[in-house]
């Protein structure tokens, strides 16, 4: 596992922000493909290696997560920051950082996919809330436990519109569509 985030983290670098978020759409929508037409194939055979596959992807997700958002390059020992204000928080040296932001959006959209693709059957607001619960929880770790890392309003949002592009993914390409 800390290889594949290694590779996923050399793609990131050498892509730009919009190009490593494509990146991830495209293998997402894959993954959505796979899902849905497993699940049109009928059978309790398929909708069970489906909903394998949507946990497996969900896990994955929620380990790339916690490896890149948990704990900053200080360590334990740094203050710990908290900004309310989601435009101060987006905000670089000179405007927007867009790359932070583009991040925290690419870095929510598997999970969102995945946990739609899961949850077939509650509403797109049950499964953006609890991905929005998943990102409140790293911001609050990152507040309680002094990381070096900044609890961010701005990051909330961003990681509730990348669950929502993901969301939207898995409904657009037919991920809980049975036969």
């Avoid at 190009?19 to 069970?48: H, K, N, Q, S």
């Amino acid at each position: 596992m800390p290889g594949d985030i290694a590779a996923v983290r050399a793609l990131r670098h050498s892509l730009d922000a919009v190009g490593f978020l494509v990146a991830i759409v495209a293998v997402i929508a894959v993954a959505m493909l796979l899902i849905g037409a497993l699940r049109r194939r009928g059978g309790r055979g398929g909708r069970t290696v489906a909903s394998g596959l949507a946990v497996l992807g969900a896990c994955v997700a929620l380990a790339g997560i916690a490896e890149l958002t948990l704990f900053g390059t200080q360590g334990l020992g740094a203050g710990p920051r908290l900004e309310l204000d989601p435009v101060v928080g987006a905000r670089g040296w000179s405007g927007i950082a867009w790359r932070p932001v583009i991040d925290n959006v690419t870095l929510f959209v598997p999970l969102g996919a995945m946990l739609a693709a899961l949850w077939c059957r509650r509403s797109w607001l049950i499964v953006l809330a609890g991905a929005t619960i998943v990102s409140l929880g790293v911001e609050g770790f990152q507040w309680a436990f002094p990381t070096g890392r900044i609890a961010n309003s701005a990051d909330v949002l961003a990681n509730a519109a990348g669950s929502l592009l993901g969301i939207l993914l898995a409904r657009v390409l037919g991920a809980c569509r049975d036969r």
